[in-house]
């Protein structure tokens, strides 16, 4: 019998688990379907409506079910490839769904021993101290390294050049489409209040619950020039016209990597600190004595920020990725 389901992905979103899975996911189905791959759906027990409706906006069937069916409902479809995309995976659920179908997996982001049970493993950040590696463990591949991130579409388009004024005056804030830790609030203060004379941009998502406290901020500096977007599809764009970006460490820090800009990650959680504790271009947040001061020093040392970021190659492994799922 015909699969109804080529490519299943499943992955997780939220306002605590923020939404870069979901982005990152969603890229990936872009170019999947983009290069051959047929009947992509995707699978979630996220049950906040604007996860949902963020994949289906983009025409991708989305099915949702509680953490106790999700497993038979896997196994019931019996996709030709399942794509794992979530941290923290139990090996019993990996190996009964590798059991029971005739699936092959490829899992990202994952560091326990359910990785042993796939075809496929793809771990950009996790696990990979940030060195760049292709290996094999037995007979699963393993695409290891920021070259290997799965970045949004528009961000593969090599005519997106950065242009550095030497002068610091337009500084975009990015936190995900939740920011749990209400950076755009703190930082959009602290800004203001290093040198009014900047021009802030900010961009907040879907799961973002501090809009209220957001707006009144702003009513409090009504000589500030501020920009503010919401879910926003064209982000290259709002990058380039910056000359800072201030993020999380997650997809938009490489996504500025790749452009080149100037660019600052703070932790939004402890798991964010523990993968990228004395990373390049992050920090914590409470050990910053004055955040003015420190973007303005990343940004005057341009070329010593240039020379870091040409080591990691964010991003440019995508075809490696998409041409080993499609020959599975």
Do not use: W
Request: with cysteine; hydrophobic share 40%; glycine share 6%.
């Amino acid at each position: 019998m015909k699969r109804k389901t080529d490519i299943l992905i499943y992955t997780e979103g939220g306002h605590k688990l923020g939404m870069g899975n979901i982005y990152r996911s969603i890229s990936l189905a872009n170019e999947l379907k983009k290069r051959g791959g047929k009947n992509v759906k995707f699978i979630t027990t996220s049950n906040e409506k604007y996860v949902l409706d963020l994949i289906r906006q983009h025409k991708y069937p989305s099915l949702y079910y509680t953490k106790k069916k999700l497993l038979n409902k896997i196994i019931e479809l019996d996709p030709k490839i399942l794509i794992i995309d979530f941290l923290g995976l139990d090996e019993s659920f990996v190996k009964e769904i590798k059991e029971k179908t005739n699936s092959k997996i490829v899992i990202i982001g994952n560091d326990t021993s359910a990785n042993k049970y796939a075809d496929i493993v793809i771990n950009a950040i996790v696990g990979t101290k940030f060195k760049n590696k292709k290996h094999y463990i037995n007979k699963t591949l393993y695409l290891e390294g920021p070259k290997y991130l799965v970045l949004r579409d528009e961000f593969a388009k090599k005519s997106l050049n950065y242009i550095y004024r030497g002068k610091l005056e337009r500084v975009l804030l990015l936190f995900g489409g939740s920011d749990q830790a209400n950076f755009t609030c703190k930082i959009f203060n602290d800004l203001l209040n290093y040198d009014k004379k900047l021009k802030l941009t900010l961009v907040i998502g879907a799961g973002f619950k501090y809009e209220k406290e957001l707006n009144e901020l702003i009513k409090k500096h009504p000589n500030a020039i501020v920009k503010l977007y919401k879910n926003i599809s064209n982000v290259s764009t709002v990058m380039l016209k910056s000359d800072f970006i201030i993020t999380s460490p997650g997809t938009a820090l490489f996504e500025g990597f790749r452009l080149k800009i100037p660019i600052l990650g703070l932790f939004q959680n402890h798991s964010q600190e523990k993968v990228f504790r004395n990373f390049f271009m992050t920090k914590k947040y409470q050990n910053i004595d004055n955040i003015g001061k420190l973007v303005n020093s990343i940004y005057i040392n341009i070329d010593k920020y240039k020379a870091g970021i040409n080591l990691i190659q964010a991003g440019e492994g995508k075809d490696e990725i998409i041409n080993s799922i499609l020959k599975l």
